[in-house]
């Protein structure tokens, strides 16, 4: 056995600090990451670099910085309640989602899950102190699907892991209730108009929806008070997927006669 | 992905397990009686010529299951004489305790779920579908039928755009009917039910397909992008023209991530374990994740090479056989004679070392003269091995041998049925390409002396590659080889090039590249192979040797070759040349030494040690370009600021890795406006400036290794009108690396000398 072989063996890395790669920026960290709120994967760095959005600007749609979208006057009507959203969309945050959802970074889920946690926190609070509920607050949450198509290629779903994140402080059932009836193409080129002119007709209940919902309402059978739900996206640009959603998920309630207020967390604002 | 598997039994009382993307293409093969490829089973592997033999019962075990497991099922599969009498009960048994393992990490990762196997595997939807004496049975009509869609729908499809058909799903329910005699795409439909149309269509796209994946390595991916922007009209029927090609050998069919068994560590508590090996790169697969795709709960996918796409258990992966190439003493090339070396205008040193490289690649195959070492470049064991032998004790002993990467990956590259076929994919345990390292002083002119060599292959009628781990130094050598072989068309391919799926014998690629090639090359040259990020990067090196074909040579480019490689030099395992002097006949200037204090003192108190700006002024007084190397990036400004003080008549700038303007500063650097650069090792090769001197601060920073000290120093004297440039190595201590470098640089300065290279 030459030094070499002793150096490398793990009867040397024993003896070694233990350290790991930082998960967004590969260098070599401590192990624990920065531990700040669990964090255990990010160097410190990394973690305050996180544009987090801890005090909207906008009521309706949770952006940072003052909202053209929402209080222009007479624009249409909305489906949903309010949205609020983990970071601003930086170029360093579309890239860590870019790794996540298109190149298929899977080791990324766990840290977005663990991110949208801690907005869900925020966003609870902010809600029990609006309503004066402060228990069990949303009665399910789902979450923007994906085509088939897509599914098939991707393997998984953004927006279904960042749900199960949020459900885990939500202390909600994760609910999937909608489905993609047809691929539509990137968003992120499109103006608000042609969001929406695509998006009609894009979300259908899944066949077995509302047996799913009724599961729900049978806890709380005599209730007059309306469904909450929380659909769970991944960038909110300008609402309308999210809109589009809520829609979809208004038909399905209003068919099995309950009212349903929608609410909506995403993990990135633009 | 899912695909469906089903059995053969072979007139010559064997069965055969295979994989299918489309089982309607399989079937009809069959109807058809065109025979099943398999291995010759003659003495050795490599007469192992396959055979066509005829079947006379098909079934279909399951019609969709993940792509992955069925792959391993085919991969493990062994024929029995009692299978002739097993039924689809035997078959399901079977199937579920060949994928035993598979199913047990599944019922782990999903606590509580009932009957998820019979939705993961489809057992039930086997059956018998053909016999040699019923025909076809009610089974195998249904499908076929199932499939053909009907013409009406057809009809309906023939009025709608291509972006409709490609809509339609990957399944092919009809193809566009672009056999016109001109080959010009009609846009017209052909129906599945259409027989003889529908044969002629997948014959035809399985002989195109095959022809554009020849020496390839694509995932699904990959693949669709290559159909897109060259097979469109393949795009709606594919995985029919895939899988044709494939019943043909001529593609193999395999999943991205596979299992391979390795012992789980040493010692006597030692077990086998299952552990994933990326067949695109080679790593090891540790992530996985409930995948949408195939269903599995723990479908592994691969963080190695996630850059090049995403290569997972469920993953098609699709490698084509490339043609071989005629022997070289029988064609037309014939043995390299002086006269091939005589237009490429090099010097004496160049002149003698392509010559060397020349005999090297014209040496009979099979007969290298060095014993080979098949884990390429840092490979720890040497020593010839007969090829034989390896198998057979490969065979015998499975976990004897994948304690090396490549080999614990290697024989399951192989389907056994494509084994050998047509001279590509080749069988398990093939020998080692020979390698051959040119080891040229910084300076020597490399590149002019890869040329003679490209020009003997491509003449022989070979495939060449040449690749270098960044893509700066690919997009420099383009336009030089470019115009060196004005009548060959080059691809030019890195991330982002837009060449990336053209057809050429000649390609430059940055090393990532090389992982969307299988046995392609009969020679690869790899330009500085000690280089970030190949240097150090099993990854890279794994991707270099199986883009080589079997009868391939290994050139190596180097002036800094690693130590294990220098090793294998001193022991004679591996063929070398050395190119001792620079291209203009003079010696390497040899580093002097300034003894001073270290950098981070100096910056603290403010102050430029004396001795260094003695020699700096001595420097600019000469009218030199001076590149001062540190060690740390946080080092530069300050000490730029320092210069300029100390400096101020002229331009002096900082640049490192982090700076933008990186390019820019270096071309003004070049061009004299900027006197002095005060950079990192990010500068440390390919850059070329005339009448240069070097300092490296801190020359006893660990961060400087014997390479890098080599490399640094050879940014001085490179051109012909200053060859004695100044380098100093300024320390307060003296290593061994600064001893070694120093070593290194006298010794090929010595040897110049006594081969009379210098003037």
């Known amino acids: 056995m030459s030094w070499k072989d002793i150096l490398s063996s793990s009867l040397h890395q024993l003896l070694a600090p233990s350290t790991q790669t930082c998960l967004t920026c590969g260098k070599m960290i401590r192990s624990g990451g920065c531990g700040v709120n669990g964090f255990t994967e990010i160097c410190a760095a990394c973690y305050v670099s996180i544009p987090w959005i801890t005090v909207p600007r906008c009521p309706v749609c949770g952006r940072a910085v003052g909202c053209p979208d929402c209080s222009r006057a007479g624009q249409a009507e909305r489906y949903f309640q309010i949205n609020r959203s983990v970071v601003q969309y930086n170029a360093a945050m579309r890239e860590w989602l870019a790794q996540y959802k298109f190149r298929g970074r899977e080791s990324l889920g766990p840290l977005f899950a663990q991110m949208m946690k801690l907005a869900m926190r925020g966003m609870l609070k902010e809600l029990s102190d609006r309503s004066g509920v402060s228990r069990g607050f949303f009665d399910g949450i789902t979450f923007v699907p994906v085509s088939e198509a897509r599914m098939l290629e991707r393997g998984f779903n953004q927006s279904r892991t960042l749900a199960y994140g949020a459900a885990n402080v939500a202390k909600a059932p994760v609910l999937e209730l909608l489905e993609r009836s047809r691929h539509t193409e990137k968003q992120s080129f499109k103006n608000r108009k042609q969001r929406l002119l695509e998006l009609k007709g894009v979300f259908k209940p899944v066949p077995d929806a509302a047996g799913k919902l009724e599961k729900v309402f049978l806890a709380q059978p005599y209730s007059l008070s309306p469904v909450r739900l929380l659909l769970v996206d991944d960038v909110y640009t300008t609402g309308s997927t999210v809109d589009t959603c809520a829609l979809a998920l208004h038909d399905i309630c209003g068919k099995l006669g309950r009212s349903a207020e929608i609410y909506s967390v995403t993990w990135a604002r633009s | ?759």
């Open chain 2, 1 to 759: 992905m899912r695909a469906a598997v089903y059995v053969v039994r072979l007139e010559r009382a064997f069965w055969k397990l295979m994989v299918s993307l489309d089982v309607g293409t399989d079937l009809r093969w069959c109807l058809q009686q065109r025979g099943w490829l398999v291995d010759g089973g003659g003495e050795g592997v490599f007469e192992n010529k396959p055979q066509l033999e005829r079947s006379e019962r098909m079934i279909l075990l399951s019609a969709s299951m993940p792509l992955g497991w069925g792959v391993s099922l085919r991969d493990r599969f062994q024929s029995r004489l009692e299978m002739d009498r097993w039924d689809m009960r035997d078959w399901r048994r079977y199937i579920v305790d060949a994928l035993k393992r598979e199913l047990e990490q599944e019922r782990k990762l999903r606590t509580g779920e009932l009957l998820y196997e019979q939705r993961l595997l489809e057992l039930q939807s086997g059956g018998l579908l053909w016999t040699s004496q019923q025909g076809i049975t009610a089974m195998g009509e249904s499908l076929l039928g199932q499939l053909g869609g009907g013409r009406k729908r057809g009809a309906e499809k023939m009025s709608l755009g291509i972006g409709e058909a490609v809509g339609e799903g990957a399944w092919g329910r009809q193809a566009y009917d672009w056999i016109t005699a001109s080959g010009v795409v009609m846009g017209a439909v052909v129906d599945r039910a259409d027989d003889g149309r529908w044969e002629e269509a997948v014959e035809v796209g399985a002989r195109r397909i095959a022809a554009a994946l020849e020496g390839r390595s694509l995932l699904e991916a990959e693949l669709q992008q290559l159909l897109v922007e060259r097979l469109p009209e393949l795009l709606p029927v594919w995985r029919s023209a895939v899988q044709h090609a494939h019943l043909q050998g001529r593609v193999l069919i395999t999943a991205g991530v596979a299992a391979a068994t390795a012992r789980g560590g040493r010692g006597p508590l030692a077990r086998p374990r299952a552990r994933y090996r990326c067949r695109r790169c080679g790593s090891e697969v540790h992530s996985r994740t409930p995948c949408g795709s195939c269903g599995s709960s723990g479908c592994a996918y691969c963080e190695a090479c996630l850059a090049m796409g995403r290569s997972r258990s469920c993953a098609l992966l699709l490698r084509g056989s490339a043609r071989a190439v005629p022997p070289a003493a029988g064609g037309t090339g014939g043995a390299p004679t002086e006269s091939l070396l005589d237009r490429w205008g090099l010097s004496p040193a160049q002149r003698d070392a392509a010559s060397a490289a020349l005999r090297f690649l014209a040496q009979p195959q099979g007969a290298p003269a060095a014993p080979r070492d098949r884990h390429g470049p840092g490979g720890l064991h040497g020593g010839p091995r007969p090829a034989a032998w390896s198998i057979a004790h490969a065979a015998r002993f499975p976990l004897a041998l994948p304690r090396q990467r490549a080999n614990s990956c290697a024989p399951a590259l192989t389907d056994g049925h494509a084994g050998a076929s047509r001279g590509g994919l080749a069988p398990p345990g093939r020998p080692a390409q020979s390698r051959f390292l040119l080891w040229a002083v910084t300076g020597a002119g490399k590149t002019e002396m890869i040329f003679p060599l490209i020009d003997y292959t491509l003449c022989t009628g070979g495939r060449v590659l040449v690749a270098t781990p960044r893509r700066d130094v690919v997009l420099e050598l383009a336009p030089r080889i470019g115009k060196a072989f004005p009548e060959q068309k080059l691809a030019v391919l890195y991330g982002g090039s837009s060449q990336r799926w053209e057809e050429a014998r000649l390609i430059l690629a940055t090393t990532h590249q090389l992982m969307r090639f299988y046995h392609a090359f009969d020679l690869v040259i790899i330009d500085e192979l000690d280089a970030f990020p190949y240097h150090n990067d099993p990854m890279l090196a794994f991707a270099a040797q199986e883009s080589c074909k079997n009868t391939g040579r290994f050139i190596f480019l180097s002036a800094t070759p690693p130590a294990q490689m220098q090793r294998e030099v001193r022991q004679g395992e591996i063929e070398h040349a050395k190119v001792p002097a620079r291209f203009h006949g003079h010696p390497l200037p040899v580093p002097r030494r300034i003894r001073i204090d270290p950098v981070e003192n100096c910056l603290r108190r403010h102050s430029l040690p004396s001795a260094l700006a003695t020699a700096l002024i001595e420097s600019i007084q000469r009218a030199a370009q001076i590149f001062i190397f540190v060690s740390r990036i946080r080092h530069i400004e300050p000490l730029t600021e320092l210069l300029r003080r100390r400096f101020s008549g002229i331009r002096i700038e900082g640049t490192s890795s982090q700076d933008e303007l990186r390019a820019d500063k270096v071309l003004d650097f070049r061009a004299t406006e900027i006197r002095m650069l005060v950079t990192t090792t990010i500068l440390e090769r390919g850059v070329t400036v005339p009448k240069s001197d070097v300092f490296i601060l801190d020359a006893d920073s660990d961060l400087f290794d014997e390479a890098s000290l080599v490399q640094m120093a050879g940014r001085a004297g490179r051109s012909k009108d200053d060859p004695a440039g100044r380098v100093w190595f300024a320390s307060p201590e003296w290593t061994r690396s600064q001893r070694g470098a120093v070593r290194q640089i006298r010794s090929m300065n010595t040897i110049a000398r006594k081969k009379g290279f210098l003037h």
